[in-house]
Structure formats: structure tokens, C-alpha cells
T-cell receptor
Framework: DTGVSQDPRHKITKRGQNVTFRCDPISEHNRLYWYRQTLGQGPEFLTY????????KSRLLSDRFSAERPKGSFSTLEIQRTEQGDSAMYLC?????????????FGPGTRLTVL | DAKTTQPPSMDCAEGRAANLPCNHSTISGNEYVYWYRQIHSQGPQYIIH???NNETNEMASLIITEDRKSSTLILPHATLRDTAVYYC??????????????FGTGTRLKVLA
């Protein structure tokens, strides 16, 4: 399968711990996105990379959150000092920059539970 | 804020066509309409997108009104596996050159046996 993959699929952690999630985009996709989804809501945009450059960050991305895409391939999302409010599904998507529009393809998500 | 309005839920009999409406009255001339669906606990799945012409693929058809203020996603022969939350999205071009998706709460479609 050559779709977007995310690891781990589930993560349970205690409040105050740090967690890191990984996303592997579709091969050759140069754009990568992170979203957060809470129960009953649609996904909310967090941040976006074009190749290795982080070009946009949502105000939802507090200073406890950091994302990287060091070689323009896979990406990591780290949450420091987790809080119960961070419990959510974290989704990654990728796309190939194209005109006049490009289509995002989503991974299966990482479900985070903060106890 | 989401630029689309969808009914919160719909039911459809198995084997019948499912018609899911979406209002996007503030859409701009170069903004696309995208449809995704999300089956419980999975990531959103791309279905179809369009600008102003009607579109069809192996999954669905997309009908966009002439004034582009609304659209309808049509699943021609709904099956139980089509039970999901369906999201209608109008893409927004950002200053960084990408198209941002702003999801609403979608339509929860339940296909009934």
C-alpha cells in the first residue's frame, strides 16, 4: 500500500509526558499537513510543510507543539507536557503541488489519550 | 469558519441513490468544492472535487449549480459500507500558496438495510 502512513495508531500517555508522532506521506508528495480532530468535530488544520519548509501554522499550534520535516520526506509532530485537552485524533495528509488545485490524501491517524 | 453548510444527518435505503446537499454561498470564482468521507475511526477519504462542471468518478457524482452556491454529492447505489460522515469543503488559497481545508461537522449518512 502506498498511501499515507502514521505511527503509532494509538498512544496513551499520562499528563505531563511528551509524545511524538510520525507521518510518512505518499512518495513524491511535496506537501504535508497535520490536522487535529476531536470527538464529533471535523478535522482542524494545524500546520503545513512544503518540502522541508514549515510555511503555515495555526493558532491552535501552541508552543507545546512542534512539527518537523527534516528531509522533506517524513514528518514528526511532538507534543510536550501533554494535557488532557490534547486528547484527540491527529491526522496527517499529503499532496503533490499542482495547479490549479491539489488534492490532500489522509493517513489513518494517531489517536492520543492523555490520562 | 467553515464556508459550507450541510445537514447534520441523513438516512438512505440500501441500493438507492444517496443525495447529499451542501451550501457554499460565499464561494469565490477560483475555489474548488471537495468531498471527503470519514468512516468511524479512520482518516478522511477523498471522494471527488469540482470547480463548476459536473464531475463523475467510480465512487460518486458531483453536481454543482450554475451559480456555484450549492452542490450535491450523489452515491448512485448506496451500500452499507457507505455509512460514514461526509464532508463538503471549499478550499481556500492561503498566502503561502497552498489550499487550506476548513472542515465543518459534515453530514452523517446512515445506509439502512
Amino acid at each position: 500500500d502506498t498511501g499515507v502512513s502514521q505511527d503509532p495508531r494509538h498512544k496513551i500517555t499520562k499528563r505531563g509526558q511528551n509524545v511524538t508522532f510520525r507521518c510518512d506521506p505518499i512518495s513524491e508528495h511535496n506537501r504535508l499537513y497535520w490536522y487535529r480532530q476531536t470527538l464529533g468535530q471535523g478535522p482542524e488544520f494545524l500546520t503545513y510543510f512544503q518540502n522541508e519548509a514549515q510555511l503555515e501554522k495555526s493558532r491552535l499550534l501552541s508552543d507545546r507543539f512542534s512539527a518537523e520535516r527534516p528531509k522533506g520526506s517524513f514528518s514528526t509532530l511532538e507534543i510536550q507536557r501533554t494535557e488532557q485537552g490534547d486528547s484527540a485524533m491527529y491526522l496527517c495528509a499529503s499532496s503533490l503541488a499542482a495547479e490549479p488545485t491539489d488534492t490532500q490524501y489522509f493517513g489513518p491517524g494517531t489517536r492520543l489519550t492523555v490520562l | 469558519d467553515a464556508k459550507t453548510t450541510q445537514p447534520p444527518s441523513m438516512d438512505c435505503a440500501e441500493g438507492r441513490a444517496a443525495n447529499l446537499p451542501c451550501n457554499h454561498s460565499t464561494i469565490s470564482g477560483n475555489e474548488y468544492v471537495y468531498w471527503y468521507r470519514q468512516i468511524h475511526s479512520q482518516g478522511p477519504q477523498y471522494i471527488i472535487h469540482g470547480l463548476k462542471n459536473n464531475e463523475t468518478n467510480e465512487m460518486a457524482s458531483l453536481i454543482i449549480t450554475e451559480d456555484r452556491k450549492s452542490s450535491t454529492l450523489i452515491l448512485p447505489h448506496a451500500t452499507l459500507r457507505d455509512t460514514a460522515v461526509y464532508y463538503c469543503i471549499v478550499t481556500t488559497l492561503t498566502s503561502s500558496g497552498t489550499y487550506k481545508y476548513i472542515f465543518g461537522t459534515g453530514t452523517r449518512l446512515k445506509v439502512l438495510a
